[in-house]
């Protein structure tokens, strides 16, 4: 799919869009400042070639991880790359790469990933008058979104991170609506989340000192000031994900070892029963063989007999084990 947005009435606004169906060639308006291919077809990224002037980068050249391959200049062409989060609110979070190019004053974007800030930003700019004049602008203001959709998700992973500690360490221990192993779930798939949200930090961060440095900052100052202020919010936000990330490995430990006292707890029970019950079992065993003559066979108390040496026998385990603290 691709998208073109250009200035009218002072505002970003969308004035090209293409679902890649047709086999027909496709031609991006010039006043176009940005131009977001989401999985191009080849005849949108022929009308992408055509108006940058540039190749734009693969699905394979995205996924490079090697820094010169992610961030570079070529043919008068900024080429940025950075991780970028999606499907958040999904048991499967993902965490793929998205190319930023600036050729001019103009911002092509490339993605095989639906990332919320896309359209957030898209919907925000067309009502906005005067701020996206530059494609470098609506980089930033692209990047602010991106960053912030990534604070909103770290903020709920703490707040969900903070209602699973209640739970662990709640005082009722015996609760039935605890279940260990619905929490074990949610802690890994709250670490795994945290995980790509630091792994996207990172790149972000790469992104911005690199484009300090490559970018014209006497030209446009106002640049300056953006990059300085989301590099600082992605540096806390990293931090922030460190601390997220040491409090799930915490939680995990702790669930593992609550289980573990309740498991040791439950072999305990098992096994005082199992010792209380010991010697009854060999005073029937006795009395129990099939010999002929058995000393208290023709006794007429044998049987209380043996049934009161069962029960003493039974009880004086357990009220030893009770003052010893074992039970």
């Known amino acids: 799919m691709l998208r073109a947005f250009g200035l009218r009435d002072n505002c970003l606004r969308r004035n090209l869009t293409s679902s890649g169906e047709s ?12 131009v977001d291919l989401f999985a191009p077809t080849p005849q949108e990224r022929d009308a992408a070639k055509a108006i940058f002037g540039i190749d734009p980068p693969t699905k394979e050249d995205m996924e490079e991880i090697e820094i010169s391959s992610r961030l570079y200049q070529e043919d008068g062409g900024i080429f940025m790359t950075a991780l970028v989060l999606s499907r958040t609110e999904t048991e499967d ?5 998205v190319s930023f190019i600036l050729v001019n004053d103009r911002l092509l974007t490339v993605r095989y990933t639906e990332p919320q800030p896309f359209n957030t930003f898209a919907n ?13 602008i609506i980089m930033a203001g692209l990047l602010e979104a991106i960053i912030d959709r990534t604070a909103d998700v770290l903020e709920k992973v703490g707040a969900e991170v903070d209602n699973l500690s209640k739970q662990i360490f709640s005082g009722n221990g015996d609760s039935p609506t605890r279940d260990y192993q619905k929490i074990l779930l949610r802690l890994g798939n709250r670490n795994d989340l945290t995980s790509k949200a630091r792994e ?6 790469r992104m911005l ?7 014209d900052l006497k030209a446009t100052k106002d640049m300056k000031g953006h990059i300085k202020v989301m590099t600082r919010d992605v540096q806390s936000l990293a ?11 915490f939680l995990l430990d702790a669930v593992l070892g609550v289980v573990n006292i309740e498991q040791s707890r439950i072999i305990k029970i098992f096994s005082v029963v199992a010792v209380v019950f010991l010697p009854p079992t060999l005073v029937a065993s006795i009395y129990g063989m099939n010999f002929h003559y058995l000393p208290e ?9 043996s ?13 030893y084990f009770k003052w010893r603290g074992w039970m």
């Open 23 to 34: 086999s027909d060639a496709i031609s991006i308006p010039s006043g176009a400042l940005w």
């Open 93 to 97: 979070p993902d965490c793929q790469g």
């Open 124 to 136: 925000r700019a067309e009502r906005q008058v005067n701020l996206w004049p530059r494609g470098d």
């Open 200 to 205: 996207s930090l990172i790149s972000l961060g």
């Open 209 to 215: 000192a690199f484009l300090s440095q490559v970018i």
């Open 239 to 249: 931090d922030h994900t460190t601390f997220l990330s040491n409090t799930i490995t």
């Open 297 to 305: 066979l023709s006794w007429s108390y044998g049987y209380p007999m």
């Open 307 to 319: 049934l009161g040496l069962m029960v003493i026998s039974a009880v004086l385990p357990y009220f």
